[in-house]
């Protein structure tokens, strides 16, 4: 059952008079379930493809469905509602809300949602940070946490609500690769045991191991 | 909105420098705006206090003709329109629910004669002494002489004319009966040491724009001075209404008592110009077909003076002072008594306190204004600072806010946090300043501060700096201060509710 389709799909940036066509008529089915890696190299189109799939951007022309929505027909609020309830993002730095502690930062997507009662929230997100094994560091804020931890804490942010799809941009490219592999390994687990979706952009083949679905693209265009 | 004021509540924490800068301009603002309230109601009050329950009243009655409303402090000179009337005007008026009291005066723009000098013009007010003092109570210091009993004919000459007097005239105008005190004297009059030129009566011409009407001697009964506000009001002496009467022109309870014809009142009451115009000389006529017109006048004026005095409301008036009951504002009972008068069909009209004191009235509204310009200048500057401050820091919390939009918070939480963010400053640091400001305001009275000079005595709204808050104005403050922090936040939420996703994305 597919969770994302793309048809003929492209997306320009504007750049001074000209423009900068990211992908160039992208068409692919992602099913349920997968595994899947988009590999390239620098501005191949991998994040312009990653965002489109997140719902944080537009295709200039083409028609992008996600769980059978036409997103292109979708309004701020609703788009914004389809990220909240459906979507995880793990991003490249490891973005955290800076003031927030482990705990409330994994806890932040919960309390937008308001699925629940507070101490119900709390005990969710505890047991998101036990299975990324950061339940010791809960009080932490992210400044007192390494590049791994803060990796671990966006995944358990992105997982919590128990989304359908997780995008993740290239997320070992600031991790030592120890860290990687663990991040990977329980990205992994995670896909086997609840099937959340996992797309995550790379260009590391070392990453490419554990990818069951891999998708290469080059010059905004799909060559496998 | 706990996770609102939450991020919200660390943020400020966290960008301490901004917090300052947007924080100390909070308290600066809030500071200015409380001092000024406290200031501006320290000036209402006095000028309530001072020139309505020491001058003027709440609101004067004036005849429906009269078109200058500055009715006690006209510029011009004209002679005010007359009330008739008055007794069957009193008890209406005084039925009124929201009149306390009433005393009908008689206002007069009269020269003070001297036959070596300038004459001096100078305001008079025409009143029954014990009606007046039962009206006002003590607002006045009798200096020298005393208070003048009732029915007693003079002058209580204030100490202020006094001066402009003898500046102009070179005589020092003294109560009958009683020798020079010099500790009063001028320091002009003071040099004058032996030779200075006393007198104890003073001589009134009555003026109006179109002729002058009587001359009439008068007793200096005392010298006053207002007890607050001497310097403003000081230009106003009291006559014994039946004399300024005589003086302008005007019928007194006399001549009602005699009841002219109509004819003679008019002649009575008719301004010199009008009575020339009439007056054929050549040929002696008549203003009713009777007696030579010149015979007729004779007659009335000869019966009048050997007639016995009658109540001095039956005269004619040219304003009517009104004090309110407690609780009524003097806007409010200028709707009411216009109201009233129409359906009455009372030819009076009913003009408030600051209209009638004329250029006083609208000095002091001046300065309200000039305060409300430089605090409206400084929330204005505010306003600018704080909204700069918070779209830079929106603009440096791309990555964040984009990030939180990316993982599901709408534009609305974003919304919220920077009004959560700024609402906590205006709170914390703005209400602090209306704190040090109430407390500065009971410092500045608590000082005493007094003055001599005019324009500072209408600022501190009498003699003394009396700067005061209420639970209004304070809560007036706070409003001011929400709605400025309102307005500058208004723009950096716009900025921060259009940063998106793929911003943050395209700065990772």
């Known amino acids: 059952m597919s969770l994302i389709e793309l048809k003929d799909i492209s997306k320009e940036y504007p750049l001074g008079n000209t423009s900068v066509r990211a992908l160039r008529g992208v068409s692919m089915v992602i099913e349920k379930g997968a595994f899947m890696s988009i590999v390239g190299p620098s501005g191949s189109g991998k994040t312009t493809l990653l965002n489109l799939m997140g719902c944080v951007d537009q295709p200039t022309a083409g028609t992008l469905l996600v769980d059978g929505q036409d997103v292109s027909k979708l309004n701020d609020k609703d788009l914004t509602r389809l990220r909240l309830y459906k979507i995880g993002f793990i991003f490249q730095s490891f973005n955290l809300i800076p003031v927030l502690s482990v705990l409330e930062n994994v806890e932040f997507p919960l309390l937008l949602m308001h699925s629940g009662k507070p101490s119900e929230i709390r005990e969710r997100a505890k047991t998101m940070l036990r299975h990324v094994q950061m339940e010791s560091h809960m009080q932490h804020r992210p400044s007192e946490l390494s590049g791994g931890q803060r990796q671990r804490v966006a995944i358990a942010r992105a997982l919590v609500t128990q989304p359908q799809l997780v995008l993740a941009d290239e997320p070992t490219a600031n991790l030592d690769s120890e860290t990687g592999n663990a991040i990977l390994s329980l990205m992994q687990r995670l896909n086997e045991e609840q099937g959340t979706t996992f797309i995550f952009s790379t260009h590391d083949p070392e990453v490419l191991k554990y990818a069951r679905n891999i998708v290469k693209i080059r010059d905004g265009l799909l060559i496998t | ?508």
């Not at chain 2, 020092?172 to 006393?198: C, E, F, V, Y």
């Not at chain 2, 106003?236 to 005589?246: A, K, N, T, V």
């Not at chain 2, 509204?365 to 820091?393: E, H, Q």
């Not at chain 2, 324009?455 to 209004?472: A, K, M």
């Open chain 2, 1 to 508: 909105m706990g996770l609102i004021f939450r991020i919200a509540w660390r943020n400020i924490f966290r960008h301490k420098g901004k917090t300052l800068v947007i924080g100390f301009i909070l308290f600066l603002g809030s500071l200015v705006l409380t001092v000024g309230n406290g200031i501006i109601t320290g000036l209402n009050e006095g000028l309530q206090k001072n020139v309505v329950e020491g001058f003027s009243g709440d609101v004067i009655l004036a005849a429906d003709k009269q078109i200058n409303e500055s009715v006690l402090a006209s510029m011009s000179g004209q002679t005010l329109e007359s009330i008739t009337a008055y007794p069957t005007l009193k008890p209406k008026l005084l039925a009124l629910p929201y009149i306390q009291k009433i005393l009908p005066v008689v206002v007069g723009y009269v020269w003070v004669l001297n036959e070596s000098g300038q004459p001096v013009d100078h305001y008079l007010l025409g009143v029954n002494f014990n009606a007046y003092r039962n009206f006002y109570g003590e607002n006045l210091a009798v200096l020298e002489g005393s208070y003048p009993d009732a029915g007693q004919q003079g002058v209580l000459l204030s100490s202020t004319i006094r001066e402009r007097i003898y500046d102009f005239s070179g005589f020092w105008a003294i109560p009958k009966g009683q020798a020079l005190n010099t500790h009063h004297l001028s320091p002009a009059a003071r040099q004058d040491g032996d030779k200075l030129r006393l007198s104890q009566q003073l001589v009134f011409l009555g003026l109006s724009q179109k002729n002058a009407s009587l001359d009439i001697p008068s007793e200096v009964l005392g010298v006053f001075k207002f007890k607050e506000l001497n310097k403003l009001l000081g230009f106003y002496s009291l006559l014994d209404i039946e004399s300024l009467r005589e003086c302008v022109g005007y019928f007194n309870a006399e001549t009602k008592k005699v009841a002219p014809t109509t004819a003679q009142s008019k002649l009575l009451e008719a301004e010199a110009g009008t009575l020339e115009e009439s007056f054929d000389f050549d040929t002696g006529a008549t203003l009713s077909g009777g007696k030579p017109l010149s015979k007729e006048l004779f007659t009335v004026q000869k019966t009048v003076s050997k007639t016995p005095a009658a109540n001095w409301e039956d005269g004619t008036f040219n304003a009517i002072m009104v004090k309110l009951k407690p609780g009524y504002s003097p806007k409010e009972a200028v709707k009411e008594l216009t109201a009233f008068f129409k359906s009455e069909r009372i030819p009076l009209k009913a003009i408030r306190w600051s209209q009638a004191i004329g250029m006083l009235g609208q000095m002091a509204l001046i300065m309200k204004g000039a305060l409300l310009v430089f605090v409206s200048f400084i929330f204005f500057v505010a306003v600018i600072i704080i909204m700069n401050t918070l779209s830079i820091a929106a603009m440096e919390r791309i990555t964040e806010i984009g990030m939180m939009r990316a993982v599901g918070a709408p534009r609305a939480f974003v919304s919220n946090m920077f009004v959560a963010e700024t609402g906590i400053l205006a709170a914390f640091f703005g209400g602090l300043g209306i704190l040090a400001g109430s407390l500065l305001v009971r410092l500045l009275a608590m000082l005493h501060l007094s003055t001599q000079n005019e324009i500072l005595q209408i600022f501190y709204g009498g003699d003394t700096f009396q700067p005061r808050l209420d639970l209004v104005d304070l809560l007036l403050c706070a409003i001011l201060l929400c709605f400025v922090t309102f307005l500058a936040v208004l723009y950096p939420v716009s900025v921060a509710r259009k940063i998106t996703p793929l911003d943050a994305m395209s700065r990772d």
